[in-house]
């Protein structure tokens, strides 16, 4: 392809409202223009991106032994109605009256359709298992579209849907897509961490996130780099480095009242007393299902909800009001502390460690210096309840964690008989008993794979593409158009790079040399091949990677096979690459 035919619109300016990387970059690049709010036109280099990660996407699906569907875009909306979704979805769901009065949706996601389409095809135990797939354009409402192709409100997404008759089946089948997202993503080259997700309707390992961390990331990420562990903030574990059985110090001094008038927080106690947050703990009170119940933590650190709910084994936490904390502790708020309260309490395992704490002392205008835990106050209910922060001991190998936001390009999800109960999908088992079938969905946001190759790889220049889905492996630079042995060595190279299989771009445009290089640092090309008048007297030709700082000099003769060895070294540095991420990653059990 010659490049004053390809229509690359690139960009000098940034444009204005674009902050990610990936947005900025792509735009400048040529590769996607704006149509409105979170809509986009891929140009043609943006699409042989998209185009290559589906192809990726499919040869993988198609191997793990999905079978590939098309389903409607529109869907009559009684399916969300029966589903139970049609309220849940709210605004998101986009809406539209056709002719005759029908009300309809354009899908954001299809698992409605699905459902509907098995109840009536699947009669039998022996049509199962079956996980089907498409890959086709959904419709959000997004209120806020934002960072580009990242959060729009009409995108492609790979959707399948597993069809088991039991829960074996379905953990086969899960285990299946969850091994072909990794290969998908590892072929496509992003750099992403597999994430356990809050566990659905079948619990246990039932939903795992694939995330990129990047700076444009809108979700919280925690990881570590050693062992590959990674969650969201909401299951993140501290690792244990502190004690967990502490012997308190009996010899320790009684502890003692201190009057803080009127400093309610813990800044402003520990300021008063000139105490660090770190040698304090913080109560707090919160209706669990309904009855009251608190959460003890290092004055510092910050108390994570869903922990605290499952140390608890309850449904619910709500933060409880002021009268309420009042009238279950007979403390006010403010001035809550562990020694005799009368509430049921969990207790953070930071605490376990501090020799003395300072805490409220459950009396207006009062703390307590010098608390002894296990001995002023009981350690028997020692759970970790605290956020992850960075710097944290890993809970699989000990390292230290990481936080970064992270970009979700892929989620599998184990549904069980949630739609099938709610829609009437049965069928026959082996006894001929009717019975629900059991599903699995599993998405992957395909331009989000786009704008995550971006975020991953990129410099202040422009975009470094992986070579399985950049628009092109090669970008060959004839400098002289009107020298006769440039163009022609040119031509050579080209034939015989797209021979070998390689998608070959020639800047053929009439402009200096340092204009071309720009654009081509921009759009992010993998391999540069210059082609020069000096440098065909000397024999030689420059390559470069796009990743590389320095190119090297080949001989312009043999050049093509030279770029072909390269090419080939740089594949199985890939697939060693893939390899060693592999060996680290930890591969959910069928449960
Ligand atoms: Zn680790």
């Not at 999905?66 to 909306?77: C, G, I, K, R």
């Not at 562990?338 to 205008?365: C, E, L, Q, S």
């Not at 470094?464 to 163009?487: G, T």
Request: glycine share 8%; aromatic share 6%.
């Amino acid at each position: 392809m010659r490049w004053s035919n390809a229509l690359i619109p690139t960009l000098k300016e940034t444009p204005a409202d674009a902050v990610a990387p990936s947005h900025v970059l792509l735009l400048r690049a040529g590769m996607i223009r704006q149509l409105g709010a979170g809509t986009y036109t891929y140009m043609p280099l943006g699409l042989r991106v998209l185009h290559k990660a589906i192809r990726i996407i499919r040869e993988e699906m198609d191997a793990a032994g999905a079978l590939e569907v098309l389903m409607p875009a529109l869907q009559p909306v009684e399916l969300w109605k029966e589903s139970g979704r049609f309220e849940a979805y709210g605004d998101l769901l986009m809406k539209l009256t056709i002719s005759g009065g029908h009300h309809m949706a354009l899908g954001p996601t299809h698992e409605e359709v699905i459902t509907d389409l098995v109840r009536d095809l699947v009669r039998s135990y022996k049509q199962l298992p079956i996980t089907l797939y498409q890959i086709q354009t959904k419709f959000r409402d997004e209120p806020r579209p934002r960072f580009g192709i990242v959060r729009t409100r009409e995108f492609v997404m790979k959707d399948a849907y597993s069809i088991d008759a039991d829960l074996g089946q379905l953990n086969t089948s899960y285990d299946k897509m969850y091994e072909a997202y990794c290969r998908i993503f590892d072929r496509c080259g992003v750099p992403y961490v597999i994430v356990e997700a809050e566990s659905g309707p079948i619990g246990g390992d039932s939903s795992h996130e694939f995330m990129v961390p990047c700076s444009t990331g809108e979700d919280t990420v925690i990881f570590c780099e050693k062992c590959g562990y990674a969650a969201n903030q909401e299951r993140a574990e501290v690792g244990q480095t502190e004690a967990t059985s502490p012997t308190p110090d009996a010899h320790a001094p009684a502890h003692e009242s201190v009057a803080t008038p009127g400093k309610k927080t813990i800044r402003e106690v520990c300021e008063f007393l000139g105490v660090a947050e770190s040698t304090s703990a913080k109560l707090l009170v919160y209706l669990a299902d309904g009855q009251p119940a608190a959460a003890l933590l290092r004055g510092d650190h910050e108390l994570n909800e869903a922990k605290f709910r499952r140390a608890l084994g309850v449904s619910t936490v709500v933060p409880a009001d002021a009268p309420t904390i009042e009238k279950a502790t007979g403390a006010p708020m403010g001035f809550l502390g562990p020694v005799g309260i009368k509430i049921p309490m969990v207790i953070d395992r930071a605490i376990a460690a501090m020799p003395t704490v300072v805490v409220g002392g459950n009396a207006v205008d009062v703390h307590l210096k010098g608390v002894v835990p296990g001995r002023d106050f009981p350690l028997d209910r020692l759970h970790d309840l605290r956020n992850a922060e960075a710097g944290d001991p890993c809970p699989r190998c000990g390292s230290t964690l990481e936080v970064k936001s992270g970009l979700e390009i892929g989620h599998v999800f184990k549904l069980g008989t949630k739609y099938s109960k709610a829609m009437g999908a049965r069928y026959l088992d082996e006894k001929g008993t009717e019975t629900e079938i059991i599903m699995g969905c599993y998405g992957i946001g395909v331009n989000r794979i786009v704008a995550a190759a971006v975020e991953a790889a990129h410099d202040a220049n422009g975009i470094i593409w992986p070579f399985s889905i950049a628009p092109y492996h090669v970008l060959v630079v004839p400098l002289q158009l009107q020298n006769a042995a440039v163009m022609e060595r040119t031509s050579a190279i080209e034939s015989a790079l797209t021979a070998a299989g390689l998608d070959v771009l020639v800047d053929d445009r009439d402009q200096r040399p340092g204009f071309k290089f720009k654009d081509a640092d921009l759009i992010g090309v993998p391999l540069r091949v210059v082609i020069g008048e000096r440098g065909l007297k000397d024999g030689q030709i420059e390559i470069k990677w796009r990743h590389e700082e320095s190119g090297l000099a080949v001989a312009s003769d043999t050049a093509a096979s030279a770029i072909l060895a390269q090419v080939e070294a740089h594949r199985r540095k890939h697939d060693d690459w893939c390899a060693d991420r592999r060996m680290g990653r930890s591969v959910p059990r069928a449960t």
